[in-house]
């Protein structure tokens, strides 16, 4: 007994953990990761997932140009997103997520607006429109979400709101008047490309009213595999795989359409999932800001797009739109939360 003793002490020198301090036998616990270190880490991941958010999803617009470019784009926006929304859905499935009927239904509805109006329509567009200029055309979903929350009376436009959406009209009039002064532009092309912000921002205000999966995997998972599922029914009955000439799908198309499966369905968007439940949500929509600079930014530096003095007055335009828009919104929700505190308030005196 006496010698397991001393052998368990022997053992505690050799290993560090007992130390003379003062005189007397200390047990000093073995270094473990401090909170500096997990701080750090954390920061890390942070930044990681910002990187995402903000410069793989302002890239997807490049990506889909070159995707588009031999791979018809009803074919290609149909296959990213079976890919991705089967991939997330089995991860959700892993993580002990079942569908009900109600999340099909659900899906159906906000992946129509989503990936068969959304980005069916922004894959065609791009092959008539620049990957910047489409980037800063989505760029108004902001103000298109304000426009439709309010004509289904969910929210109130402040000053501050109206305001960033006069300017963002200015900033899309610009754009468009930039585009159709260019040699082989395209006005439907760039209505396309309105068409989808629309699309998306009708789905982001209805979304919260249909009976979504709660688990955040599932909830984009689901949309995406019925919006894929609509977009590959809307290509085989406009004629795209007949016309697909697989020999012919160039290897840029590829490598786009591959980039746009694993990086901008799957990385960045378990990014921006992780993020919304680490930062204010304010500050994770932060990416709508940088998105339009990337893609220009890239536009201009690997497909030789033209960035004049109107495209950059347009984003200066549509970005100051953004700023002042959710300005006004967090203007608007404080006084909303000041009216109802003080009614709340009256209520209880009057009680």
Same mark, same amino acid.
């Given at each position: 007994m006496v010698s397991e003793h001393a052998a368990q002490i022997l053992a505690l020198v050799r290993s560090g953990k007992l130390r003379n301090i003062g005189g007397r036998p200390v047990i000093v616990p073995v270094p473990t990761p401090t909170t500096a270190d997990h701080g750090r880490a954390y920061s890390v991941k942070l930044a990681l997932a910002f990187a995402a958010t903000y410069v793989i999803w302002g890239s997807t617009y490049l990506a889909i140009r070159y995707a588009v470019e031999t791979i018809p784009p009803l074919v290609a926006a149909g296959v990213r997103h079976s890919i991705a929304g089967a991939v997330l859905l089995g991860w959700a499935w892993a993580r002990g997520y079942r569908p009900k009927r109600e999340h099909w239904l659900a899906g159906l509805s906000v992946g129509a607006f989503y990936f068969l109006g959304g980005h069916g329509t922004l894959h065609w567009a791009e092959q008539h429109v620049g990957s910047g200029l489409a980037a800063l055309l989505i760029a108004t979903e902001p103000m298109f979400i304000v426009v439709l929350a309010w004509m289904l009376g969910q929210q109130r436009i402040s000053r501050l709101s109206a305001l960033g959406l006069g300017l963002g009209v200015i900033g899309v009039g610009l754009l468009m008047g930039a585009e159709l002064t260019m040699k082989g532009s395209s006005l439907l092309g760039l209505l396309a490309v309105l068409v989808s912000s629309l699309s998306? =921002?009708?789905?982001? $205000?209805?979304?919260?009213?249909?009976?979504?999966?709660?688990?955040?995997?599932?909830?984009?998972? #689901?949309?995406? *595999? !019925?919006?894929?599922?609509?977009?590959?029914?809307?290509?085989?009955?406009?004629?795209?795989?007949?016309?697909?000439?697989?020999?012919?799908? =160039?290897?840029?198309?590829?490598?786009? /359409? $591959?980039?746009?499966? *694993?990086?901008?369905?799957?990385?960045?968007?378990?990014?921006?999932?992780? @993020? @919304?439940?680490? !930062?204010?949500?304010?500050? *994770?929509?932060?990416?709508?800001?940088?998105?339009?600079?990337? +893609? #220009? @930014?890239?536009?201009? /530096?690997?497909?030789?797009?033209?960035?004049?003095?109107? *495209? #950059?007055?347009?984003?200066?335009?549509? /970005?100051?739109?953004? $700023? @002042?828009?959710?300005?006004?919104?967090?203007? +608007?929700?404080?006084?909303? =939360? $000041?009216?109802?505190?003080?009614?709340?308030?009256?209520?209880?005196? !009057?009680?």
């Open positions: 998306w =921002s009708a789905g982001v $205000v209805i979304s919260p009213k249909v009976r979504l999966p709660v688990d955040a995997l599932a909830r984009t998972a #689901v949309p995406s *595999v !019925c919006g894929a599922a609509m977009l590959l029914i809307a290509a085989g009955l406009t004629g795209e795989f007949q016309a697909v000439h697989w020999a012919s799908i =160039s290897i840029r198309s590829v490598l786009g /359409l $591959v980039y746009l499966i *694993v990086f901008g369905s799957i990385i960045a968007f378990t990014a921006y999932t992780w @993020l @919304l439940q680490q !930062c204010p949500p304010a500050l *994770v929509a932060t990416h709508t800001y940088a998105n339009p600079v990337i +893609a #220009v @930014l890239l536009g201009w /530096l690997l497909a030789s797009e033209v960035v004049g003095w109107r *495209v #950059v007055l347009a984003s200066a335009a549509i /970005l100051g739109a953004i $700023v @002042l828009i959710r300005r006004g919104e967090r203007t +608007a929700t404080q006084g909303e =939360s $000041v009216r109802l505190a003080a009614a709340d308030s009256s209520v209880s005196e !009057c009680a």
